[in-house]
């Protein structure tokens, strides 16, 4: 019996404060082999059109909380998306690539993160040594 692989899903949200905080994407995660295409790790040049990564978004997009002006839920389609401001487009598709890669800002570092601060280790001190005894 082997090791069952479930398929990755990830959250996508806003951090409060943020013109999108409130905004939910359920996400499915990306095989290795589309992300290395992707990123270009295969060799290639990677994703640079903007209507790609639009569309592979959609592709990926398995739920959100959008909703009309009219309150009905927004269909999880291509067409959906295109209806929407390219601005709130862009910050969805990004926070998904975050999040893939495990930077997004909704994730901040936790409470207890030293931040940078310096070591609580004692500093070994440096002093010059005693000349050898044995010249």
Known sequence: MGYKVK???YLVQFEAGHEYHGIEAR???MPYG???QVTGLDGGEGETNGAD?????VE???SWNLEDEGGQPLPTTLDAVKTLDHELVAA??????QTLIGVHDADPLPETSPSGEQSQVASIP???LSPSLAS
């Open 7 to 9: 398929p990755k899903t």
């Open 27 to 29: 996400l499915s995660g």
């Open 34 to 36: 589309e992300w290395e």
């Open 53 to 57: 990564a639009v569309r592979r978004f």
């Open 60 to 62: 990926h997009l398995i």
């Open 92 to 97: 969805l598709n990004n926070a998904y690539i």
């Open 126 to 128: 440096m002093v010059a």
